[in-house]
């Protein structure tokens, strides 16, 4: 069985434990009081006292909460709402001294009248003080749990936040990516109709990745590189022997989270600013690793160099929303950095915050050879 104080309940048993402090506690000073003036009672008569004068506003106290529910004191101080609550405290404050004189009378020598003049007379000032302090605590739970609720509410409205930017983002990706994609199918067309035929295949399974509802936009990196060899056979099939790559995944990584379609744009950027804007071969490699708490990934092209600024010639779009997801994601916790390798050649460096993700992976349906 519950009390319900406002919105707060609490187990009967508790609640008559708490009380019953109070009551050994008022019990207590009584008796040191009368020792010390030499008039001492029985300790039984003490803690009788106490008990109807305490057990009587553990009663009230429902009461009392209910009242400062209903009629907060906000912030900053409306009089008329202090004056209500000023009626209310006087007003249950002897509502306690008759129901404790009622019950007094009990026990106690003399009629009722004699009971309720003492109980005034002794107790209305501690009565009050008892309604103040019940409305205090009653205001300071009510001022927890609005605080606490605001919290998850900034906490669900920022999460929705970075959701929207991240979306955002991505959809900025898709149609790069589509646009570039299509343009490679199209001059293949009168040059090769299989290859085309085999790109097409290829691109409608990444689009279907692209519209699949990730949810947290976070998927297995086992996921991540089987959709990244789908693009990759695109751009084999476009560039023909001038392009190899390699991919080697440490078999611990495998299942670590990593940002959805999140290699895709940075092969693309390796590309489009190695073999694709120089002359020769060029073998693009992507390598993942666990280092401590850290997912390390490299993406490297060895037919590319870094202008003055450290960039690979103006990286665009790609890679600064990558950037973009990752803070979102992650915060300072994830990096993404472009540094020259010799004698050339440049490689893009990821540093993720490593965490196993549980999800049922299905391969995609077409995977060509």
């Known amino acids: 069985m519950n009390v319900r104080l406002g919105r707060l309940e609490v187990r009967l048993s508790r609640y008559l434990g708490l009380w019953s402090v109070v009551v050994v506690v008022f019990a207590m000073q009584s008796c040191t009081n009368d020792a010390v003036n030499g008039h001492l009672w029985p300790p039984s008569a003490y803690l009788r006292w106490a008990a109807i004068q305490w057990l009587t506003w553990a009663a009230l106290a429902p009461l009392v909460f209910r009242l400062g529910e209903r009629y907060p004191i906000p912030f900053p101080l409306r009089l008329s709402r202090l004056f209500r609550h000023i009626g209310y405290s006087l007003g249950v404050t002897l509502l306690a001294m008759l129901i404790g004189a009622a019950v007094s009378s009990v026990f106690e020598p003399g009629g009722f009248g004699q009971q309720l003049g003492q109980f005034i007379s002794k107790h209305m000032a501690t009565g009050l003080l008892a309604y103040w302090s019940l409305l205090a605590i009653q205001h300071l739970l009510h001022f927890q ?6 919290e998850i509410e900034a906490s669900r409205l920022s999460a929705e936040l970075a959701q929207s930017r991240l979306q955002v983002l991505k959809t900025q990706l898709q149609p790069h990516f589509l646009f570039n994609t299509l343009h490679a199918i199209v001059t293949l067309l009168d040059e090769d109709t299989l290859s085309a035929e ?159 993700i549980e999800e049922a992976d299905e391969a995609p349906e077409h995977v060509p050879a």
């Open 145 to 150: 749990a609005e605080k606490s609720r605001r």
């Open 198 to 356: 085999d790109m097409l295949l290829r691109l409608s399974e990444l689009l279907r990745a692209f519209l699949e509802d990730y949810d947290g936009q976070e998927i297995s990196l086992r996921r991540e590189l089987e959709l990244l060899e789908l693009y990759l056979g695109i751009q084999r099939t476009r560039f023909k022997d001038q392009l190899t790559t390699r991919i080697y995944a440490a078999p611990d990584v495998l299942e670590a989270a990593v940002p959805s379609l999140v290699l895709q744009p940075i092969v693309e950027n390796a590309i489009r600013h190695g073999i694709g804007r120089h002359v020769g071969t060029d073998c693009i490699e992507v390598d993942c690793r666990r280092d401590g708490d850290a997912l390390r990934i490299e993406v490297r092209n060895h037919n590319s160099t870094l202008d003055d600024s450290g960039h690979a010639g103006g990286h665009g779009i790609g890679l600064s929303n990558t950037r973009l997801r990752l803070h979102e994601l992650h915060g300072d916790a994830a990096e993404l950095r472009l540094d020259l390798m010799v004698p050339r050649g440049v490689a893009c460096r990821l540093r993720l915050p490593f965490r196993a």
